[in-house]
Nanobody, 124 residues
Framework: QVQLVESGGGLVQAGGSLRLSCAASGGTFSSYTMSWFRQAPGKEREFVAAITWSGGSTYYADSVKGRFTISRDKAKNTVYLQMNSLKPEDTAVYYC?????????????????WGQGTQVTVSS
């Protein structure tokens, strides 16, 4: 059974940086797409960034393009989200997700596996 464990959230001032980590276990991830989603209070979960495990192709939501970077370390089975120039509107619980394949990678309901989430709070 695939398990995902996020870490690295916290409180940061606007303009600051954080790096989130997602440690994956229990599977062979060569055919997976790994992603970060976020959910703010009273809002739906939204796509943030995705990376294909094998080729390392990356995809971003327009709202984070140029500020966030997704990457993966195959040896550590870990996916990272480097977040720079953070804004108060980035405040949310950030979730790591894993899906087999690539189709509709930006749609949360296609993901079979999720982590427990990590809180990111950006103060103004």
């Amino acid at each position: 059974q695939v398990q995902l464990v996020e870490s690295g959230g916290g409180l940061v001032q606007a303009g600051g940086s954080l790096r989130l980590s997602c440690a994956a276990s229990g599977g062979t991830f060569s055919s997976y797409t790994m992603s970060w989603f976020r959910q703010a209070p009273g809002k739906e979960r939204e796509f943030v960034a995705a990376i294909t495990w094998s080729g390392g192709s990356t995809y971003y939501a327009d709202s984070v393009k140029g500020r966030f970077t997704i990457s993966r370390d195959k040896a550590k089975n870990t996916v990272y989200l480097q977040m720079n120039s953070l804004k108060p509107e980035d405040t949310a619980v950030y979730y790591c997700g894993a899906m087999i394949g690539f189709s509709y990678y930006y749609v949360g309901r296609v993901y079979a596996y999720w982590g427990q989430g990590t809180q990111v709070t950006v103060s103004s």
